[in-house]
């Protein structure tokens, strides 16, 4: 069963880089049948894509975070990478990665709950 | 602002069958037959329960149904039970801007 965990600090200062791991176990992030993404939800709001990579390294961004986000994977650790620079408080939000077939998200991780603050 | 507009509540009573709206454009909802829709419960991470406009994941109930006309997708649940009572997002593939997807800003189902 494919199981997909977000870990990383819960607190950033403003300014500073955020960085999140996402451990896939149970499937092999190479496989070429799917990308693999981010998304977040600041409390109380909606869901924002964030960005998707697939294993060859080519990348997505939301043109609205672009310059501020890179996500890299590490395939011999089945791991994917979210950097997010110079956070601002309204980058608090839970960060969720996923699994992504074609157009759609079909496995989620539980969420990690970033908080930006001094 | 999302990119794709539902309304922010509906609600039923048990039995009842609801429909969740989801509008997009020509570029994400209308221009691909690529939307999903999430059921996500308090405290707990987005599932899967419609992909490619009307097709289910196993192990999601047939009383959840999805459908698309023009820019419009449309989520139907028949049957209300008071587990289905959660926020509902739509997502499209877009087109727009290297957009890759794209998401509603959620729907509040309340089974009265």
């Known amino acids: 069963q494919l199981h997909l965990e977000e870990s990383g600090p819960g607190l950033v200062k403003p300014s500073e880089t955020l960085s999140l791991t996402c451990t896939v176990s149970?499937?092999?992030?190479?496989?070429?049948?799917?990308?693999w993404g981010w998304i977040r939800q600041p409390p109380g709001k909606g869901l924002e894509w964030i960005g998707s990579?697939?294993?060859?390294?080519?990348?997505y961004y939301n043109p609205s975070l672009k310059s501020r986000v890179t996500i890299s994977l590490d395939t011999p650790k089945n791991q994917i990478f979210l950097t997010l620079t110079s956070v601002i408080a309204a980058d608090t939000a839970v960060y969720y990665c996923?699994?992504?077939?074609?157009?759609?998200?079909?496995?989620w991780g539980r969420g990690i709950q970033v908080t930006v603050s001094s | 602002q999302s990119a794709l507009t539902q309304p922010a509540s509906v609600s039923g009573s048990p039995e009842q069958s609801i429909t969740i709206s989801c509008t997009g454009t020509?570029?994400?909802?209308?221009?691909?037959?690529?939307v999903s829709w999430f059921q996500q419960h308090p405290g707990k991470a987005p599932k899967l329960m419609i992909y490619?406009?009307?097709n289910r994941p196993s192990g999601v109930s047939d009383r959840f149904s999805g459908s698309k006309s023009g820019n419009t997708a449309s989520l139907t649940i028949s049957g209300l039970q008071a587990e289905d009572e959660a926020d509902y997002y739509c997502?499209?593939?877009?087109?727009?801007?290297?957009?890759?997807?794209?998401f509603g800003g959620g729907t509040k189902l309340t089974v009265l």
């Open positions: 990579a697939y294993y060859t390294g080519r990348t």
């Open positions: 996923a699994r992504r077939p074609y157009w759609y998200f079909d496995f």
């Open positions: 997502s499209s593939y877009s087109s727009d801007n290297a957009l890759d997807v794209v």
């Open positions: 149970g499937g092999f992030i190479t496989s070429s049948s799917y990308y």
């Open positions: 020509g570029s994400d909802v209308g221009g691909y037959n690529y």
């Open positions: 490619d406009v009307d």
